[in-house]
């Protein structure tokens, strides 16, 4: 077989918890939490199923939860959004991205995207035919260049692809960034695709900045979210794509044809739970304790950790353990700590190694504790 990813192996996350579970490691690579999701929101599907909503659901996604998302929407950032031509269910926010792109995307075409970089993205734009453009984030702050963004743009750039709060290093968008984006997007074609999955894990009172609360830049974004991330239920992969009504009649062609609909009874318990405000706004200051707690915890370590505004992720340097390569590094840490972590050069097109993994701390106190006492012995 020709592949169609010829320079794609098996993804980080499968390996490192494949290896996680192998040595019984506790596993702070793979980002979900490891404790249990909302009990409301569990026995509200366990209703829907047993009231009979078994079967497909419409092609857009059930229009009940489309109003609630709008309804969200509006409360949070301010902006209406019509749910019967600008909100699309999917099977989570990595298929959101990757019909966004399929949707706009003609061979030859350019992407420019942020590294380090969630690891779906490259493969996302070559499957189309398109030519990834990653350019470097600033170090160690990990911010967007707008002078280098400027001078990377070519006659062939189609679309920009922003992710904020960012996976793996936390970073988020301020209103300079977003004066800096609009200034590059006024007047040009350019679409933005958005990875916002992350929109409520946002700490010390930092505002999201969503491309929904800015018309100039909502009028040419396909804006994607994931209720795993918000609801504590990665295994459900549900998601949603916004985007204007042109685009989303595109992306529903796509959409149609590749899984059709997505698991009803999860959307009919979303579309009421969705109005339970606290479920979402409480979830920065939750978050927010166990980042400080990890952080506190880690002060016991040879680790250096960078700093993190969003996101379930923290970034450190292991400069004071040891020389061996990111890669070598997760490997030996799993097997002989018993620690699972991602190594960051799982995040850039040419592996490039800073000597710094990523932690997940979404997890039970005892199991951030459970971690750091093995980690403190290397
Ligand atoms: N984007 C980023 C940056 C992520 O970290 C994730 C988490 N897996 C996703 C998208 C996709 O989420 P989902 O599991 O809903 O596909
Ligand atoms: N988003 C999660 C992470 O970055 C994992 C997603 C996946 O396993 N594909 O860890």
């Not at 380090?116 to 967007?144: F, R």
């Not at 899984?259 to 939750?286: G, H, M």
Request: charged share 20%; proline share 6%; with cysteine.
């Amino acid at each position: 077989i020709k592949s169609k990813l010829p320079n794609v192996g098996t993804t980080i996350f499968t390996v490192m918890s494949a290896l996680a579970t192998e040595h019984k490691a506790v596993n702070l690579g793979q980002g979900f939490p490891d404790y249990p999701m909302s009990e409301e929101l569990t026995a509200k599907v366990a209703e829907a199923m047993r009231n009979g909503h078994n079967q497909y659901a419409p092609m857009p996604g059930l229009i009940g939860l489309r109003e609630s998302i709008a309804e969200k929407v509006e409360f949070l950032y301010k902006t209406k959004i019509n749910p019967d031509t600008e909100i699309t269910i999917t099977p989570g926010g990595t298929y959101a991205i990757y019909s966004s792109l399929t949707t706009i995307l003609q061979p030859g075409d350019e992407v420019i995207l942020f590294e380090p970089a969630y690891d779906s993205y490259i493969p996302n734009i070559e499957i189309n035919g398109a030519k990834a453009v990653p350019l470097p984030l600033t170090y160690p702050d990990y911010k967007i260049d707008w002078d280098l963004v400027r001078s990377s743009i070519t006659a062939k750039t189609k679309a920009i692809l922003i992710n904020s709060p960012h996976n793996p290093t936390g970073s988020v968008l301020d209103k300079n960034d977003i004066a800096e984006l609009k200034s590059i997007v006024a007047g040009t074609e350019l679409f933005i695709v958005s990875d916002e999955v992350y929109e409520h894990l946002i700490y010390d009172e930092l505002p999201h900045e969503s491309m929904l609360k800015y018309p100039e830049l909502f009028e040419r974004s396909f804006v994607n979210f994931s209720f795993g991330k918000t609801y504590h239920c990665t295994g459900w992969k549900l998601g949603y794509c916004i985007a204007p009504a042109a685009f989303t009649k595109e992306f529903r062609k796509v959409h149609q044809f590749n899984c059709f609909s997505c698991f009803t009874p999860a959307q009919v318990a979303l579309a009421e739970y969705l109005k339970n405000k606290d479920a979402y706004l409480s979830l920065p200051r939750f978050m927010q304790q166990k980042r400080d707690y990890f952080i506190e915890l880690m002060k016991n370590t040879k680790f250096d950790l960078l700093s993190t505004s969003g996101s379930y992720f923290i970034c450190a340097s292991y400069g004071r353990i040891s020389e061996e390569s990111d890669k070598d590094l997760a490997i030996r840490l799993t097997k002989e700590a018993g620690v699972a972590t991602i190594p960051l050069s799982a995040f850039y097109h040419n592996q490039k190694d800073d000597k710094v993994v990523r932690f997940c701390f979404s997890k039970q106190n005892r199991t951030l504790q459970q971690a750091v006492e093995r980690l403190m012995k290397i």
